[in-house]
Every structure is written in C-alpha cells, then in structure tokens.
C-alpha cells in the first residue's frame, strides 16, 4: 500500500498546504470580534468598523475558496484511489474465490469503498485540522492563561468522553454486525429459493426464524445506541457547561480588570474551533478504525510476493495428461494418484458415483485448484505455468451448476468480451441454441437477468454450452452438461461433440447418463478419488459389465 500512497501523495500535500491556510483565516472572526470590543466600540470609530469589516469579508472568502478547493483535493484522492486499487483487488478476488476451502477476500471491493469515502468524506478532515488546535489553545493562553486552561481541560474531558463511548458500544455493534450478516444471507437464501419455500409452505417457518435473529440484532443495536445516546448527552450538555465557563472565566476576569470583554469574546470563539476537530475526530472515530482496518487488510493482500508471470507458450493443441495427481483439501484427500493421457481430438466420458471426485478432477485439471501432488500438463507444459488469461480463450467450462451473468444472450456466450457477432452465432449454432436464441423476445440482445434468472434452468444450461464452445476452444470439460436438458437439448449437445471432434477439441465430459458417451473415445472411471478404471470405451464398458455380471452371481449364491 506505501507504493500507492506515494502515488497520492501530492493530493495530502497539497491538502495539507491548504488546511494551513484555511485554519490562519479561521482566525478572521475572533480577531475581529476583538477588534470590535476593544477598539471600535470604545473609540466609536466609524472608519475602523468599516475598514476591519471589508478585510474580514475578504478573509472569509478565500477562506471559503481554499476550502473548497481542499475539499475538492480529497474526492480527486478517493477517484485516484478508486482507479488505482479496484481493478486489482477484484483480479485477487476472483482467483482467491477459485481456491477450495478459501474464505475468499469477499470485502475487498468494500475495502477499497471504505478507504474512497473516508478520503473524500467529512471525517479525514479532522485529520488535517487537530494538529492546529494547540495554535489555537495557545492564542487562548495568550488572551489569558486561566482562559488557557479552561478551553484545554475541555478538550482533554471530551477526549475521555469519546474513547469511553467507543469503548462502550464496541462490542455490541460488532456482535449486531455478525447477526446483521447472518440474517442478510438466510434472507437471500429464502429469496433466491422462493419458489420451494411458498409451495413446502415455509413461509411461516422463514419468517419465525428471521424474527429470531431480527430480536437479537435489534436487542444489540438498542444497547449500543442506549450507550451512545447516553455519552452523547453528556457531551452535548458538557460542551454547552464548557460555554458558559469560558465565559463565566472571562467576565470574571473581566470585572476584575485581569481582561477585556474582547478577550473573552475571542477565547470563546477560539475554544470552540480548537475542540470542534476533537470533537468531530470523537464523532467520526469509527470511520478512522474501519479505514485502518481496511488499509490494513489491503495491505496484506498487496504484502504478498507478487507471481511471477510466466513465459507466454504457444497456443495450445489439446494434449492433455494427469501424472499421479493427488489433491487435498482440508485434510481430506479427494483425489489420489490419477494418471491419464488424452491426445488433441480425443473424448473421454468421466464416470462415477456421486461425491467419487469427478468435479474436483475437472477443477484440477482446469488448474482452478493446484493438484497437491503429481502434475497436470497441457501440451507438455504443467497447467499451473500458463497464464490463464492467455489460456482461457482455448479453454472451454461447464460447471455444474451454470451461472450467467447480468447482460444479454451474445454478452454471456462472448465470456463478456468484445462481441463478435459471427463467433457468436458459430457458437451458439454447435451448441444447438441458434433457433431457440431467435425464438426470444429480442434474440442474442435478450437481457437474462441477475444470474440469469429471466431463462429456464435448461436454457441457461444450453447458454453456458454456447459459452464453453465460443472461440473454438482446444480444451474443453462438461460437469453434468444434461442435467437441465430436454431430449431436444441432448441431441444438441451429442450434435456439439461431433462437431468438436471434426475440429480436433479435447473433451472431457462428466455426465451419469450412458447414452451421452456414446460417441466419446475413452473412459475414465473414478471411485473414492482413486482412478478404478481408464481405457477405450468400449473395453471399460466391457469390464464394467462383466464386473456387474460377477458381482449378481455372487448376491444370488
């Protein structure tokens, strides 16, 4: 973070060459107000209020001026701060959230928010101007020292007052935060599944829990405003008492001829501007800590040794290999020692029960999760040396579960890149969606909605076909590409894979359906994350059901 801190130096410089500035002509009024007491009103002079009058006008606008000019200084420093980190921090995001097992740097972009409104908000303020308050305390001592100390023991008790208030209300807010978020995703769960929950009748059981957590929030946050509120009425109440001191003090000393009712006026108005930063550095102290604690995080995330970039390789052909793979996750391994080779043009149907690790092998072999053990290659190249931005075009996906993004039907197929239009209509033709893409309302500018909620469940399966396919990927893996499909939509994508073969693609489909692998090339059966069986597959299916025939004759005896 030093690094970019230097990069928006010059605005905190500059900012804090005009707080200067503005806090000297923040003197014009008590300066004035003394002038008024002390001169124009006991010599009546009309030439002197007139005269002190124009030069405080004046002072009060380039006030205003370099005031705004500071404050506009600031909003340039949040957009520098903006551009400088978002892009960044997102790309960190998204491969973070890849990793099996991560909490995922899920706040960054919030972080990055939080430190643009702290820098162009009112609270950064205080910073520059409580370092002026001792000039101001020691114009006070000037004036007179028991004014001196009055206006100081003001400052020190509201300080008291704002770490005590701080220190109270803490722990409540940041328990009611935890519920806050706890309660925000068990709502968002119950919406994004609103249809299951009104047709099993739970709305009345969602909406009971709700009301639980909704108790034990609203119970923390009434216990930290009640603790608040009473702090801030002592604060207001003391800070009226440190008025009516000031000037109890100076009429005091007034009327015993120790100072002037000018001096006591200006005391008053510079009291209040030295313990205003203090009080608003008090006001605004949860502000400060959440953008420590944000520019500490990104710290962090920018501390780490950046990755070097790997030698740009040649495009790839499809050649892909697993060498005694193994991966682990959590202290559980979910794959171990899977080798198998698959040449640029071939087909492999990927086969098991459930939880066997089909997913977590297609993940691996993608390179999203680093295998813990042996090598994934990619044209003799291990997977984890590409760089993935290059790769990713001769890279075809479909996860599981096919999430489509906010956009229209070509922004979704194009992977949210430059549209081309032929591409488009190429891809969504072998993926067999080109006659159903122009059967809707506006065709490939249809807008799908949040996550593609506008369409069924198997028409975003068929969309995220066409994306995996857009570009003529060498490489491409389908996690379960039927599971929402029609007998319309499987014969599309039996029609897809002989397309890709004709084109010499690598496909990788994982599916429970046999009759999808009808036309692939190999077999890869995996079991309890260990490979059970690999070969042409017509041989594997050939084991497979002499090992289904050896296994009923030993049920039957």
Known sequence: MRKFLR??????????????????????????MLQIYDRVLSSQSMPTLWAITVGAVGCLVVMAGLDFVRSRLLVRAGIAIDESLSRTVLSSMLKDAGQIGSQGYSQGLRDVNTLRNFFSGNAIFAIFDIPWTPMYLILIYILHPVLGMVATGGGVVICILGVLSDKLSRKPIEQANVVSNAAQRFTGTALQN????????????VTEHWEKMNRVLVGLQTRASKRAGLLQSITKSFRVFMQVSIYGVGAYLTLTQASTAGCMIAASILMGRALQPIEMGMGTWKSFIEARSAYNRLDTLFSAPPAQEPMELPAPSGAISAEHVSFVAGGKPLLQNISFALQPGESMGLIGPSAAGKSSLAKVLLGIWPASAGKVRLDGADIASWNFERLGPYIGYLPQDVELFSGTVGDNIARLGEKDSDRIIDAARKAGVHDMVLHMPKGYDTPVGPGGMALSGGQRQRIGLARALYGDPKLIILDEPNASLDEEGENALL???????????????????????????????????????????????????????????????
């Open 495 to 557: 029609q897809a894979m002989e397309a890709l073969k004709r084109l010499q693609s690598t496909v990788i489909m994982i599916t429970h359906k046999p009759s999808l692998l009808s036309g692939v090339d190999k077999i890869l059966l995996v079991k309890n994350g260990q490979l059970a069986m690999f070969g042409p597959r017509e041989a594997v299916f050939q084991k497979l059901q002499t090992s289904n025939v050896t296994r009923m004759q030993q049920t039957a005896s």
């Open 7 to 32: 990069q928006w130096r010059i605005y905190f410089v500059y900012t804090g060459l005009f707080s200067f500035f503005v806090n000297v002509l923040q003197l014009t009024f008590p300066i004035y």
């Open 194 to 205: 609103a249809h299951a929950v009104q047709s099993m009748g739970m709305i009345t059981g």
